[in-house]
């Protein structure tokens, strides 16, 4: 290689640097020790973090980001090692979260020749059809000099626009093939770029039109604001109209639960307020929120939403989620906080209008609905059985928590136990994937937001299945040191699915639950004893009223820590909607019935 070049995986890592990227999370194989080499002559400038499987590293990247705002890289081998990833891409994907995959592939020289580990049957090197379905794009440099271009690209199509994963695909060769006297500078290629794009003038007149004459409006937001750092907007529009803030499941968070105005989740297990409330809005606006089926509850109406005669005015980054599902009145493309402050300023130049007294009655009406909700629920808290109600442990792991805590959720039952009873304050209190659902999530992706967020406690709450899929997190957390909590949510079963086989199948019970064959009784592992032979604490809790004290001793630890805790498996977190699987049916709510407008 000529003197003052860099070679293809030099230009990567030196991007990442520049970009300010602290952390790159993978795992090695012949196919990367050139790129990990390449981390290792930066390492001052960037840690790497070698963990147990790959997905574990994908979850971290995607939880840092969650929490940090900053995207960050990953690194995987060739063939299998690339292919423990997607899981991770596909979740970040939909949910719209970036980072840089860089993931290692045969050795040009070598394409279409069936080298090991070399995806050839379709196509050479072909790891990008694999992925293409779960990522923004591929890009795979086949030449060095190709790297800086496919790298600066790379980057900006995961950051503009609606953020998402990216791969770049490298062959082996090409980590070490001379690239570039220089690395591109982000400030020429992304730093200056902004995604910030308000809406069309005339549609911003006309939602402030249709806000003012609303006599039942309803504000819904998804996780957009949430990533669009644009809560403090959405807190300021919602005061000002005085029009209260429903949540999806990915937008918990994005006002304070106890602030006046939030209705909580409008979900199939959705707290009534939050349903019935914008299930009867004459006017809703939806604020980055795709109104997937758990939102809609399965778009029946009446259930979650009433569109039409609801008035829907859709604004999102992304117009493909706009009018996917439901007829808009008023569909604008804009970056939610940009909308937000368009939005005030408008209203800054209309006068008169007393939104306090206009919205007097609505509130009034709202607050009867989650007394309604409140007073169903209330048993809940004080069960006192064991093993534990999953509402009352939803409740405890949370009272136990500071507000600066961020509990980070895995897939499963327990996730919607935490999704009705969790009371985020912040905007990253609760964090959860909604589009992919993969299970290992909160498992892995813990360790990311702990990296993120070093002083603040992060828990992660997870299902027995989910934990032992992804136990090696435990050796991880060792390496690194990083004090985090897993709440193991043991109830002896993929619960959340044997709990549709109960539901819709009549009890035909297969492959749900864990049990000793020459018992029958339920089984697992002793995770607690799991986590000290990990070198890790671990303790197990039968009684409702001692999980919050465990939790609170392990945040304190300030040590990594595992608490087994027995939970209720039979039990599910009914809502104010619904869920259908077609053909199988749906399920009924359990306080309040569909709405049928007149
Ligand atoms: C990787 C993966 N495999 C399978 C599923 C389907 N699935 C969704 S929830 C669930 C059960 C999870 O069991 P557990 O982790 O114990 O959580 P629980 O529902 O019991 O709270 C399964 C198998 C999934 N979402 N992700
Ligand atoms: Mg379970």
Redesign the pocket.
């Known amino acids: 290689m000529p003197k003052n070049m860099l070679d293809g995986g030099q230009v990567i890592v030196d991007y990442l640097v520049r970009e300010k990227v602290p952390y790159a999370f993978g795992l090695c194989g012949h196919g990367n020790i050139q790129f990990i080499d390449a981390l290792y002559e930066r390492s001052h400038d960037i840690k790497t973090i070698s963990v147990h499987h790959e997905t574990v590293a994908g979850f971290m990247a995607d939880c840092f980001y969650r929490v940090s705002g900053q995207p960050t890289a990953t690194f995987t081998s060739c063939g299998p090692g690339s292919t423990n990833l997607p899981?991770a891409l596909a979740n970040a994907y939909l949910d719209s979260v970036p980072f840089l995959a860089v993931t290692g592939n045969i050795p040009t020289s070598q394409f279409n020749r069936g080298a090991f580990q070399e995806l050839y049957r379709h196509y050479q090197a072909d790891f990008p059809s694999t992925v293409r379905t779960m990522c923004k794009r591929v890009f795979q440099p086949t030449r060095g000099e190709m790297v800086p271009l496919a790298v600066r690209q790379a980057w900006k199509t995961m950051v503009t626009g609606r953020p998402g994963p990216v791969v770049l695909d490298v062959p082996f060769d090409i980590f070490k093939e001379a690239a570039a006297e220089e690395t591109p500078k982000p400030e020429e290629w992304n730093a200056n770029i902004s995604c910030r794009c308000g809406a069309d003038p005339e549609g911003v007149k006309k939602a402030v039109d249709m806000l003012l004459a609303a006599e039942r409006p309803a504000i819904l937001v998804g996780q957009g604001i949430k990533y669009g750092g644009a809560t403090a907007d959405l807190v300021a529009l919602a005061e000002r109209l005085q029009i209260p803030v429903a949540m999806s499941a990915s937008g918990l968070g994005a006002i304070a639960t106890d602030h006046p105005l939030a209705l909580g989740l409008v979900a199939r297990n959705g707290h009534y307020q939050a349903n019935h409330a914008t299930r009867q809005a004459d006017v809703l606006l939806a604020l980055g929120v795709r109104f997937d089926d758990r939102t809609s509850s399965s778009w029946l109406p009446g259930y979650s939403f009433t569109i039409p005669p609801t008035k829907l005015i859709h604004v999102d980054i992304d117009p493909d989620e706009i009018a996917r599902n439901y007829p808009v009145a008023l569909g604008l493309m804009a970056d939610v906080r940009t909308f937000l402050r368009q939005l005030l300023a408008e209203l800054d130049t209309r006068k008169g209008g007393d939104a306090a007294a206009a919205r007097k009655k609505w509130l009034k009406t709202i607050d009867g609905y989650r007394k309604e909700w409140n007073d169903h629920v209330a048993s809940g808290f004080t069960d006192d059985s064991s093993p534990i109600n999953p509402q009352r442990a939803a409740h405890e792991i949370d009272r136990a928590l500071p507000d600066d805590a961020i509990l980070v959720s895995?897939?499963?039952?327990?996730?919607n136990w935490l999704l009705q009873y969790c009371q985020p304050k912040r905007p990253d209190s609760l964090v959860g994937c909604m589009g992919f659902?993969?299970?290992?999530f909160g498992v892995a992706g813990v360790l990311g937001a702990k990296l993120a967020a070093p002083d603040r406690p992060c828990v992660a709450v997870?299902?027995?299945?989910?934990?032992f899929?992804h136990a090696s997190v435990l050796g991880t957390a060792v390496e690194y040191d990083l004090p985090v909590v897993w709440v193991v949510?043991n109830?002896y079963?993929?619960?959340?699915?044997r709990g549709l086989q109960r539901g819709y199948l009549g009890g035909r019970e297969l492959a749900t639950d864990f049990k000793h064959p020459k018992t029958g009784q339920p089984y697992n592992p002793d995770f607690a004893a799991m986590a000290r032979a990990a070198g890790i604490d671990g303790v197990s809790v039968e009684r409702p009223g001692d999980l919050s004290d465990a939790v609170k001793m392990a945040v304190a630890s300030g040590r990594p820590y595992l608490i087994d805790a027995n939970i209720a498996?039979d039990k599910n977190p009914g809502g104010a909607g619904v869920w259908e699987l077609p053909p199988l049916g749906q399920s009924q709510p359990v306080i309040g019935s569909r709405y049928q407008p007149n």
């Open positions: 899981i895995d897939i499963g039952i327990h996730h659902g993969p299970m290992g997870v299902g027995d299945g989910a934990f899929m949510w109830n079963a993929y619960a959340s699915i498996a």
